[in-house]
T-cell receptor
Framework: QQQVKQSPQSLIVQKGGISIINCAYE??????FPWYQQFPGKGPALLIA?????SEKKEGRFTISFNKSAKQFSLHIMDSQPGDSATYFC????????????FGKGTHLIIQP | DAGVIQSPRHEVTEMGQEVTLRCKPI?????LFWYRQTMMRGLELLIY????????DSGMPEDRFSAKMPNASFSTLKIQPSEPRDSAVYFC??????????FGPGTRLLVL
């Protein structure tokens, strides 16, 4: 049973455009939702995270939107740059993050110059 | 400040051999996680520790896998005997309480 579903699997965006990646979860016990960025040959690196008491969180060009009733959350990358080309993973966890992460399958993002 | 350190970075071994992966978490962190990444299954949690005590090992594939954390600065993941289907990238991550998990660079394991 896949507890976190991520889409799309791959995404091509023009430089300067907005990249949008979506995730949906099933387990209502999840209460911590991070996004990770991974470059080839590297470990995942935390981009931004949100807890369900807020509907949106913004850090620089990265924004998480969270819809608790729909059990969905999304990552928006504004003014996408070629350096943003990477694989992005959404994840979810219980106990405020003091628990193992359940990851989505990942989105391979390519920003065309 | 050093991040999570993993060794070796690459390991090639033959089926049936014992493999030991090592991890040094970020100093002061009280949680340590082991994950495995494959093309087919993505990133999946194997086991995690809190204050050196295993909390959830439900993701460990089978008895061939074992993990230990003898002290706050060291953990091992052992596979004995190894099989080709164990080929994957193994990540260690650490965190302090309800905060972000920081991942190491991973160990790329190939079992022939």
């Amino acid at each position: 049973q896949q507890q976190v579903k991520q889409s799309p699997q791959s995404l091509i965006v023009q430089k300067g455009g907005i990249s949008i990646i979506n995730c949906a979860y099933e387990n209502t016990a999840f209460d911590y939702f991070p996004w990770y960025q991974q470059f080839p040959g590297k470990g995942p690196a935390l981009l931004i995270a949100i807890r369900p008491d807020v509907s949106e969180k913004k850090e620089g060009r990265f924004t998480i939107s969270f819809n608790k009733s729909a059990k969905q959350f999304s990552l928006h990358i504004m003014d996408s740059q070629p350096g943003d080309s990477a694989t992005y993973f959404c994840a979810a966890s219980r106990r405020g993050g003091a628990d193992g992460l359940t990851f989505g399958k990942g989105t391979h993002l390519i920003i065309q110059p | 400040d050093a991040g999570v350190i993993q060794s070796p970075r690459h390991e090639v071994t033959e089926m049936g051999q014992e493999v030991t992966l090592r991890c040094k978490p970020i100093s002061g962190h009280d949680y340590l996680f082991w994950y495995r990444q494959t093309m087919m299954r993505g990133l999946e949690l194997l086991i995690y520790f809190n204050n050196n005590v295993p909390i959830d090992d439900s993701g460990m594939p089978e008895d061939r896998f074992s993990a230990k954390m003898p002290n706050a600065s060291f953990s091992t993941l052992k596979i004995q005997p190894s099989e080709p289907r164990d080929s994957a990238v193994y990540f260690c991550a650490s965190s302090l309480g309800q905060t972000a998990q920081y991942f190491g660079p991973g160990t790329r394991l190939l079992v022939l």
